[in-house]
C-alpha cells in the first residue's frame, strides 16, 4: 500500500524550515527517508522503526507516529544542497517489501 | 566505503530484444531489490530476493522479467522481451541482515527501449 506524502512540492529560501509528511493506511513497522538529486540515486537519509525514537542528524529530523500510522521528515534551516525529492518508504511488516510514495520536490533558493 | 555498484550506466536496446542488468551488492548483504523509476515518476519496487529465491515481486514483474545471483556477488535482472514502457532507470539495492533495514542503491542503469 503506497504511503501519501505532502506536500507534492515546496520552495524555500536559504535559513527557512520544512516539513514533509508521510501516512499509511496500515499499520507500520518502519519508514525510511530517502532523498533523490536529479539524475542520482536516492540516498538514504534515515530509518524509523516502530516503537523507536525520533531520529536526526544535523539538521534534518524525522518523527514516527506509529498511532497515526504517519511519519514527519523535519529540514530546518534550510541549504541549498538540501534541494532534491525527498521519498519516504514504508514496510507493514517485518518482511514485507519498501514501498515508496510518490515524492516531495523541495526546492531551496538563495 | 561500501557501495552498490551496476552495469551498465547506459543500455539501449531493440524493442523485444533481452536484457541484463547487473549489480553487485554490499558484500554482507543478504538482501537484494531491483527498484525502477520512470522519469520523473517515484521509484517503483519491482522484487526482493534473499537466499537465492524471490522473497516478494509487484505486479510490474511479470513474467518477462528475472533475477538471479549467479554467483557469490553478482545479482542480475533479465527483462526478455523488452517494450517500450520498460524504459526507464533500474536501481539496484542491497541491506543488511533484516528485510527491513536500511536499503543501499546502486547509481542506476538507464535502460532506453527503441
Known amino acids: 500500500q503506497q504511503p501519501v506524502q505532502s506536500p507534492q512540492a515546496v520552495i524555500l529560501r536559504e535559513g527557512e524550515d520544512a516539513v514533509i509528511n508521510c501516512s499509511s493506511s496500515?499499520?507500520?513497522?518502519?519508514v525510511h527517508w530517502y532523498r533523490q538529486k536529479h539524475g542520482e540515486a536516492p540516498v538514504f537519509l534515515m530509518i524509523?522503526?516502530?516503537?523507536?525514537e525520533q531520529k536526526g542528524h544535523d539538521k534534518i529530523s524525522a518523527s514516527f507516529n506509529e498511532k497515526k500510522q504517519q511519519s514527519s521528515l523535519y529540514l530546518t534551516a534550510s541549504q541549498l544542497s538540501y534541494s532534491g525529492t525527498y521519498f519516504c518508504?514504508?514496510?507493514?511488516?517485518?518482511?514485507?517489501?519498501?514501498?515508496f510514495g510518490k515524492g516531495t520536490r523541495l526546492s531551496v533558493i538563495a | 566505503e561500501p557501495e552498490v555498484t551496476q552495469t551498465p550506466s547506459h543500455q539501449v536496446t531493440q524493442m523485444g530484444q533481452e536484457v541484463i542488468l547487473r549489480c553487485v551488492p554490499i558484500?554482507?548483504?543478504?538482501?537484494f531489490y531491483w527498484y525502477r523509476q520512470i522519469l520523473g515518476q517515484k521509484v517503483e519496487f519491482l522484487v526482493s530476493?534473499?537466499?537465492?529465491?524471490?522473497?516478494?515481486k509487484s505486479e510490474i514483474f511479470d513474467d518477462q522479467f528475472s533475477v538471479e545471483r549467479p554467483d557469490g556477488s553478482n545479482f542480475t535482472l533479465k527483462i526478455r522481451s523488452t517494450k517500450l514502457e520498460d524504459s526507464a532507470m533500474y536501481f539496484c539495492?542491497?541491506?543488511?541482515?533484516?528485510?527491513?533495514?536500511?536499503?543501499?542503491f546502486g547509481p542506476g542503469t538507464r535502460l532506453t527501449v527503441l
Open positions: 558484500s554482507n548483504h543478504l538482501y
Open positions: 539495492a542491497s541491506s543488511g541482515t533484516r528485510a527491513a533495514d536500511e536499503q543501499f
Open positions: 518508504g514504508t514496510v507493514n511488516s517485518g518482511n514485507t517489501p519498501l514501498v
Open positions: 530476493f534473499y537466499n537465492n529465491e524471490i522473497s516478494e
Open positions: 496500515k499499520a507500520l513497522y518502519s
Open positions: 524509523l522503526l516502530k516503537g523507536g
